[in-house]
Nanobody
Framework: QVQLVESGGGLVQAGGSLRLSCVVS????????MGWFRQAPGKEREFVAT????????SYTDSVKGRFTISRDDAKNTVYLQMNTLKPEDSAIYYC???????????????????WGQGTQVTVSL
């Protein structure tokens, strides 16, 4: 059973930075896709970033491009989300997710992700 544990959230002023971590256990070879999603109060969950374990192919939602970086450490079975130049609209609960690539679906599609962490709160103040 794949388990995901996020950490690194917190309160930061606008313009600041945070790094989220997601430790993955129980991963198999078929669990080849990792993603970060977020959900703000009253809003639907949205895709933030994704990375493949093999090759490290990454993609981002437009609103975070140039500010956020997703990366992985194979030896530590950990995926990171480095968030710079944070804005109040980035405030949300951030979820780590693990899944498998399906060629007919884009990596941002939440249906690809079978496993989810408990979430970590990120709050950006003015």
């Amino acid at each position: 059973q794949v388990q995901l544990v996020e950490s690194g959230g917190g309160l930061v002023q606008a313009g600041g930075s945070l790094r989220l971590s997601c430790v993955v256990s129980g991963r198999t070879r078929s669990t080849n896709l990792m993603g970060w999603f977020r959900q703000a109060p009253g809003k639907e969950r949205e895709f933030v970033a994704t990375i493949t374990w093999s090759g490290g192919t990454s993609s981002y939602t437009d609103s975070v491009k140039g500010r956020f970086t997703i990366s992985r450490d194979d030896a530590k079975n950990t995926v990171y989300l480095q968030m710079n130049t944070l804005k109040p609209e980035d405030s949300a609960i951030y979820y780590c997710a693990a899944g498998s690539i399906i060629p007919s679906l884009t990596f941002s599609n939440s249906r690809l992700y079978s496993y989810w962490g408990q979430g970590t709160q990120v709050t950006v103040s003015l």
